[in-house]
């Protein structure tokens, strides 16, 4: 690793992580307390007593399987620029998932795989490159969602009007991916629209959000990346292919859990139709501004698995499956992300 602090680590410090993660919870925990006040009955906690360990144990084999596909896509992407190393890349994809998951609308996730893989030894450029680029996998994973819900019809599978949702996710999707294209071909330009946008929500809050350093910051290194950028185009092509195919497995691996779950309450449910479900969910709440969707993917999720979960036993399905796909996972990053955030102590 390299001596000295990374630039990023001013931002983010071990008091914030700590703050975050209980606001996290604390949020979790209200959504939880509500789905249980107005869904449990005598019975929802006599189906603890039900559970089949069997598919727990599953559960929790996918939520590693989940953790080594993230660290194995970081891996593949980041190598075009370079080495990096495997345990490096998990840490940077539990960073990403713990910061994700503590900030509104998953802002922060980015930020920590950069801060991890420049701790590691990529430069700022290399290590923000390969942080877009992982996001703009997933933007692609998104999008190809939304088309399947369109075709697959929405609408039959959750016996709900939910269109409006799925053109809402997907339309943010595709600015995202159209202002991604814009960086490549007009790097200058695009800095200076974000920076224009970035002056423009700063006039609306009441702060000069553009003069902020940290900002000042990322707009100077997000114009010394697009080399790294082209980098992918001259010699990462195969590289960009099987990080997309990566992500795809990934999402699926990440959905198959809430269908293990549901099997592991004694439940019937058809593969295609969770797995449907989930898609549906993420879209909805990928954006959402609580931190990590805590508090709105609980109730979302209740109300979009009550098809096939019964009323009274959601509560517990929701917590298990939080559990299984995001509750470990912040813990566990965290735990990571502060021991990178320890004072170093000096040599010699």
């Known amino acids: 690793m390299p001596e000295g602090s990374s630039p990023l680590q001013r931002d983010i410090t071990p008091s914030y992580i700590r703050r975050r993660i209980r606001l996290f919870f604390l949020f979790s925990f209200l959504g939880l307390m509500a789905l249980f006040l107005f869904t449990s009955s005598a019975d929802t906690f006599k189906a603890l007593g039900r559970l089949r360990g069997g598919y727990l144990t599953l559960a929790l084999m996918l939520t590693l399987l989940d953790w080594t596909l993230g660290g194995g896509r970081v891996y593949v992407l980041s190598n075009v620029l370079s080495p990096i ?146 980098l992918y185009w001259h010699r990462g092509k195969l590289a960009l292919l099987f990080g997309l195919l990566i992500t795809m497995i990934l999402f699926f691996n990440k959905f198959a859990i809430a269908w293990v779950v549901v099997r592991g309450l004694g439940l019937p449910a058809l593969f295609e139709q969770v797995l449907l479900i989930q898609a549906i969910l993420t879209l909805i709440t990928y954006f959402a501004p609580s931190p990590g969707a805590s508090g709105v993917a609980e109730l979302v999720s209740a109300a979009l698995m009550s098809r096939i979960v019964p009323r009274n036993l959601l509560p517990i399905y929701t917590v298990l499956w939080r559990f299984f796909t995001m509750y470990i996972g912040v813990i566990v990053g965290g735990v990571l992300l502060l021991r990178y955030l320890k004072p170093r102590k000096p040599k010699g």
């Open 85 to 230: 190393s495997y345990p490096a890349s998990v840490q940077a994809s539990l960073a990403n998932l713990c910061v994700g998951a503590i900030t509104p609308s998953q802002t922060g996730g980015g930020p920590a795989h950069i801060f991890v893989l420049h701790r590691n030894g990529l430069s700022l450029p290399k290590a923000i490159a390969s942080a877009v680029v992982t996001f703009m996998m997933t933007v692609t994973v998104l999008l190809l969602m939304a088309l399947w819900i369109t075709v697959a019809g929405a609408e039959a599978a959750v016996g709900m009007r939910l269109q409006p949702f799925f053109r809402l996710g997907a339309l943010a999707f595709v600015w995202v991916s159209l202002l991604f294209v814009l960086f490549l071909v007009r790097p200058k330009l695009t800095v200076r629209l974000m920076e224009a946008f970035i002056r423009g929500v700063g006039f609306v809050v009441g702060r000069k959000l553009h003069l902020r350093p940290a900002v000042r910051r990322f707009l100077r290194v997000l114009e010394e990346c697009r080399e790294s950028f082209n």
